[in-house]
């Protein structure tokens, strides 16, 4: 799904809906249909393709501030630890309070790095000059133009044929 302007609404490369979601945006006339599946879906009185690529038909602003999100610190992150810098897949990440909630730290961009596992329960409770585990970037509020930026660095992993012309529309062309 594409905003008006013909870019993805997410961070991530792609915004994805269920086609179920696509099929309902198409007969509320929300969308325009840019590119369509092999397959259908059938109702007793109609056969419609279904869609592959939509985009909607008003544009939605982009939020200025990103939304504090565990996906958005992941992204912000490049889903690395900040302690190691071993990179992981998302379901395989924490996020650590730089200065524990225990110590009266708080869930904000400036408190929470991205972390593994491992070094999570290592740090524990104890402040990094305690333990010796410092992050490797002090961590910040980061824009939504940086999280986008972020994103096409993590392609999804499929990527259907109808899709190809619509993403990184403005990435720089091979000479």
């Excluded at 002090?138 to 824009?143: D, E, H, I, L």
């Amino acid at each position: 799904m594409l905003n008006a302007d013909f870019r993805p609404l997410s961070y991530f490369p792609l915004s994805v809906w269920a086609w179920q979601d696509a099929v309902k945006a198409v007969f509320l006339d929300r969308v325009s249909v840019l590119n369509e599946y092999e397959a259908e879906v059938r109702s007793p009185s109609l056969v419609m393709r279904l869609p592959s690529v939509i985009a909607l038909k008003d544009y939605v602003p982009a939020a200025r501030k990103p939304a504090f999100t565990r996906f958005n610190v992941f992204l912000r992150d490049a889903f690395a630890c900040q302690y190691c810098g071993e990179r992981q897949p998302a379901q395989d990440l924490t996020f650590d309070h730089v200065v524990p909630r225990s110590r009266g730290g708080r869930t904000t961009w400036e408190n929470v790095v991205t972390a593994c596992g491992g070094c999570n329960l290592r740090k524990g409770s104890r402040l990094p000059r305690e333990c010796h585990m410092f992050p490797r970037q002090r961590p910040y509020q980061p824009s939504s133009w940086e999280l986008q930026e972020n994103g096409r660095a993590f392609p999804p992993n499929y990527l259907h044929e109808s899709w190809r012309d619509y993403l990184y529309w403005d990435a720089e062309l091979e000479s």
